[in-house]
């Protein structure tokens, strides 16, 4: 799944591969080589790039909109277009934690995103480092240091929503590992999702009270056999505090971070390398962190796997809130307010009607939330401007799979072949999708823009939409196949010729 349709990706040699998994380099290489070989009109798709172009205000000037940005400290530029795409995706703004004393430290501290170029892992200068958050890029931050022979210190701050949940990459059966399973229609039945069909056999999971006793079984297997992975309580040699690792909800609820074990050895390097904490971090002083409960790491590195800030700070707070993405709740409109509340307690009851299971959370750690939810109707396209779409701004499986059928339903959508509802129709449809999201992903629901159990039920959506079908397989493995990249290989060729078949018609009339 990791690769498009059109170029497949050669798969490393088996040594180098875990239960059919291979490193992220090679999904770097890939990219690389698939934008120099992607030529359209002459013009590969790296030619087309602009680099170290820094976009500085985006707005609309005379039903034109108007890029201003600058390369360096060049003067300021400006690109005009009639339809503008936003796929800058949500991870471009480090998340860094404000803490006390910062300019006391004197060590490194970086985010996760500089990682990987700086010199932690290898210098002698850094040999005790601590890793800050609960994450999978915390978590694998903290393998690699382990591994490189560090002294690592974890901290998870328990006023937050704790460890992630770190799934087993092995599979089962026909499933060569985890995600070929996740990638399954089966599989997606089993989270209650507008994204998935109204069949007898999503009612009865989500409806009938012995389908719902056997989804809890389900989900506690999957559960279960995480927790015997990682043994938090009874693994030989682990250090004390290994314990703290235990996720603080089920992953079926993904309100805690979501990964996937990819090393054969995760989990015994971190128990026997690893100190773990759970407490908030009070202070810095010199090369060393101050915790809330009094303890002192001394460390020369902090490394911070905080993830990122969603930010939208190129578009003014008129514009945030006339193209759906968030603004401070304090900025809204009376009216504005009070229409939204009235469309998301009504959709809410209707979640709650439909799924009883997300009628009753567990506890968990609720965000302050300071802003309004992204309200985009297919997490793409404003109510109030149809000459701008949002391609990525929100957290799912897989974003291969995603940005290919995000593409192809923007590319009708720009060119008025998608069959929209009305504009109360979308609206009610952003109302609902906001409260069953916040419904069934918690705290990480709470923006209206986390999917990440429905990969192939929103892709199918797109493509429904489009009228396409090429890429499903009979019932039988449609239900049960993983869905794969290949699947899609002949989308593009069925939805030209669908318009050009259209056109024909037309011309015949």
């Not at 820094?54 to 909109?65: A, C, L, P, S, Y």
């Not at 210098?123 to 890029?137: D, T």
């Not at 009270?209 to 989804?215: F, H, N, S």
Request: glycine share 8%; hydrophobic share 35%; proline share 5%.
């Amino acid at each position: 799944m990791a690769e498009f349709s059109d170029v497949p990706l050669n798969p490393p040699p088996p040594e180098e591969t875990y239960f059919d998994l291979f490193p992220a380099k090679c999904v770097t290489t890939y990219l690389e080589k698939y934008v120099d070989s992607r030529i359209y009109g002459g013009r590969s798709l790296r030619d087309r790039m602009i680099f170290n172009y820094r976009v500085q205000k985006v707005e609309k000037i005379d039903g034109k909109w108007a890029v201003h940005g600058s390369h360096g400290q060049e003067q300021t530029s400006i690109f005009y277009a009639s339809n503008l795409m936003m796929a800058n995706g949500l991870t471009s703004t480090p998340k860094m934690p404000d803490l006390a004393n910062q300019s006391k430290y004197g060590g490194l501290l970086i985010h996760q995103e500089a990682f990987g170029q700086s010199s932690v892992l290898t210098s002698p200068e850094f040999e005790r480092i601590a890793v800050l958050g609960g994450s999978k890029s915390a978590a694998d931050m903290v393998y690699a240091s382990a591994k490189a022979g560090k002294s690592v210190s974890w901290i998870i701050r328990k006023s937050g929503s704790g460890p992630g949940a770190f799934i087993s990459a092995k599979g089962m059966g026909r499933y060569k590992n985890s995600p070929e399973f996740s990638f399954t229609r089966v599989m997606s039945s089993f989270s209650p999702s507008y994204f998935n069909p109204t069949t007898w056999w999503t009612r009865f999971l989500h409806g009938n009270v012995l389908g719902r006793w056997l989804l809890n079984v389900i989900w506690s297997t999957a559960d279960g056999q995480a927790y015997e992975e990682a043994n938090y309580h009874g693994r030989d040699g682990a250090r004390k505090g290994f314990e703290k690792l235990e996720t603080d909800t089920s992953c079926f609820w993904c309100n805690d971070s979501l990964g996937l074990i990819q090393q054969p050895d995760f989990w015994e390097t971190i128990a026997k390398n690893v100190q773990i904490y759970r407490n908030d971090v009070q202070s810095l002083e010199e090369n060393s962190i101050c915790l809330d409960d009094g303890t002192v790491i001394p460390c020369e590195a902090l490394l911070c796997g905080t993830g990122w800030t969603q930010s939208h700070n190129i578009f003014d707070g008129g514009q945030l809130s006339e193209l759906g993405l968030p603004y401070s709740i304090d900025n809204q409109s009376t009216e504005e307010a009070a229409t939204w509340t009235r469309l998301s307690n009504k959709a809410d009851r209707k979640v709650v009607d439909n799924f009883p299971r997300l009628a009753d959370p567990p506890p968990y750690y609720k965000k302050p939330l300071t802003t309004t939810p992204y309200r985009l109707y297919n997490f793409i396209a404003p109510l109030n401007d149809d000459s701008v779409v949002f391609l990525g701004y929100f957290h799912i499986s897989n974003n291969f799979r995603a940005a290919e059928c995000q593409a192809l339903w923007v590319t009708a959508y720009l060119d008025k072949r998608v069959a929209l509802p009305s504009y109360k129709e979308m609206q009610e449809d952003i109302a609902l999708t906001n409260a069953w999201c916040k419904r069934r992903y918690l705290a990480n629901g709470e923006k209206g823009n986390y999917l990440h159990y429905e990969l192939i039920g929103y892709t199918d959506r797109l493509l429904n939409d489009l009228g396409l079908s090429s890429h499903r397989k009979g019932w039988w493995e449609d239900f049960f196949a993983p869905c794969a990249a290949s699947d899609l290989r002949n989308i593009r060729e069925e939805y030209m010729e669908k318009w050009r078949n259209k056109s024909e018609d037309k011309k015949t009339v």
